[in-house]
């Protein structure tokens, strides 16, 4: 019973997605989120951000993004990591979290933060970057995909069989 409930929230969340653009999709949608619905929450947070979502104010799409921040939300993570990026701030832990998400951009960005990071070939943190890139360029992220192209044609294959090991090695949520 608890499974069919939670498909059909689902399905409405995807189906007020698909009309957004009309004010009564945009009216659900937020009192979906208002209700307590995480996901409509985060959705409801993107589209504010991206201004098409007036109904929402501004102080409550902040307060439902510092709580998906807080709940380590890939998402979240990944567009936090962004402004950190951008203000040359730290933003490992963020990125982390939204590699372990399965977000191909933050393993695409946590692969590369990895790999300028280390100073020696044989440093075993270079096989934890080198595995965050293949697992970003696998999921058909274009960055990552041209970067381990280049990268894969100079490692010896010793290299790559331990880049595939680490790759199994990493901790993926669902």
């Not at 399905?11 to 619905?37: C, H, R, T, Y």
């Not at 933050?106 to 100073?119: S, T, W």
Request: hydrophobic share 45%.
């Amino acid at each position: 019973m608890w499974l069919s409930l939670a498909l059909m929230i689902v399905v409405d969340l995807a189906s007020i997605l698909k009309s957004i653009e009309k004010p009564a999709a945009q009216k659900e949608l937020v009192s979906m989120a208002k209700g307590g619905n995480l996901d409509a929450r985060w959705e409801a947070v993107l589209l504010s951000r991206q201004g098409r979502l007036p109904l929402l104010a501004p102080k409550v799409a902040d307060s439902w993004f510092q709580a998906a921040l807080l709940a380590r939300r890939p998402g979240a993570c990944l567009e936090e990591a962004r402004v950190r990026i951008d203000k040359n701030r730290d933003a490992e832990d963020l990125l982390r979290c939204a590699a372990e998400g399965n977000l191909p951009e933050g393993q695409y960005l946590l692969g590369r933060l990895i790999l300028n990071r280390i100073a020696a070939e044989d440093e075993p943190h270079r096989y934890e970057g080198l595995a965050w890139l293949a697992l970003a360029a696998r999921a058909g992220f274009g960055p990552a995909a041209r970067r381990w192209e280049m990268l894969a044609q100079e490692l010896p294959f010793e290299d790559l069989e331990r880049v595939e090991q680490t790759t199994k090695k990493l901790p993926l949520r669902g």
